[in-house]
């Protein structure tokens, strides 16, 4: 399975797709299906949904995890963009 269908079946379970990049980073580029919530505005996320984060290396997606999971909120890092060079769109 590759990694595109493991967030598509990740989505089908009911998880959000988050690219936590700055707006002009994702409107260039960015996974299908996902959602752009700066990292700063992780704070405002729906603590009753589950995320999958990731950016562009995975620092600031591990940083946004790591954040709701203090929250009690169910998030993962899927890392960096480069790695899903195949679901891309922009």
Not at 62 to 70: D, E, V
Request: some cysteine.
């Amino acid at each position: 399975m590759s990694l595109c269908d493991k967030v598509r079946e990740m989505i089908n379970e009911g998880w959000k797709l988050v690219d936590v990049r700055e707006p002009q980073e994702f409107f260039a580029v960015h996974l299908k299906e996902a959602t752009n919530v700066p990292l700063q505005q992780v704070v405002h996320l729906d603590r009753n949904n589950k995320y999958m984060l990731y950016c562009r290396s995975g620092a600031r997606s591990g940083s946004a995890a790591n954040y709701l999971a203090q929250q009690g909120i169910e998030a993962v890092n899927i890392g960096g963009i480069h790695q899903y060079q195949e679901c891309l769109e922009g």
